[in-house]
């Protein structure tokens, strides 16, 4: 396994251990997060603060893995399939997990999560014909909006916060609608390989 393979599956490893800090029913066994009050009015849960620290570094990965395959050619078929699971099960995860806990509107996931399976069906199809789809520059868009809103939720979206502003929120809906235009086009470029011939 060679390195980019090494660092996305590190990235997986480091989604699942976010997601077990997330779901998992803590005050079951007796385990409390301590809280915080940050700047005088902000009050923090340590458990939050640590999920966004691991979920900064595995989206830092994401960038790192690709540009090192790249650069070194070690681009492989197991790499492209694994980097494609570890953003799904990073960035869907986590955005299922915040829905459920009522941090951010159920609206988000149920959209990027469907948009998803659309735009992965079409790749699925066009991948079988001979032809390959590549990355939209608004699918990339998406992807920095996403990650960027989801940073500043864990760390409840300071220091925008202490201006009453809701940065954090504003950047998942702006990625939620990138993220259907995107989907749309991604149909609109590939819709002759649906043709029947």
């Known amino acids: 396994m060679n390195l980019p393979n090494k660092i996305t599956m590190g990235r997986i490893f480091l989604s699942v251990i976010l997601l077990v800090i997330l779901i998992f029913p803590w005050d079951l066994v007796g385990v409390t997060f301590p809280e915080y009050i940050w700047f005088g009015s902000i009050t923090v849960n340590l458990k939050y603060i640590i999920c966004g620290i691991i979920f900064l570094i595995a989206s830092l ?16 078929d197991f790499g492209k399939v694994m980097d494609a699971v570890a953003d799904k099960v990073l960035v869907n995860g986590v955005l299922i997990a915040l829905a459920c806990a009522n ?35 608004l699918g990339k868009l998406k992807t920095i909006f ?52």
């Not at 009453?164 to 990625?175: R, S, T």
């Not at 609109?188 to 011939?197: A, E, G, L, M, Y």
């Open 61 to 76: 990965t994401d960038s790192l893995d690709g540009h090192i395959a790249r650069s070194r050619n070690l681009v492989t």
């Open 103 to 137: 941090v951010i509107n159920v609206c988000i996931p149920v959209i990027i999560v469907t948009r998803d399976i659309f735009v992965d069906s079409i790749k699925m199809v066009v991948g079988s014909k001979g032809h390959a789809v590549g990355a939209s520059t």
């Open 146 to 197: 996403m990650m960027s809103g989801l940073t500043l939720t864990f760390f409840y979206n300071i220091p925008f916060e202490l201006i009453n502003f809701d940065l954090a929120d504003g950047l998942l809906y702006v990625a939620t609608v990138l993220s259907v235009i995107s989907g749309i086009q991604y149909y609109v470029v590939n819709k002759d390989v649906f043709k029947d011939k």
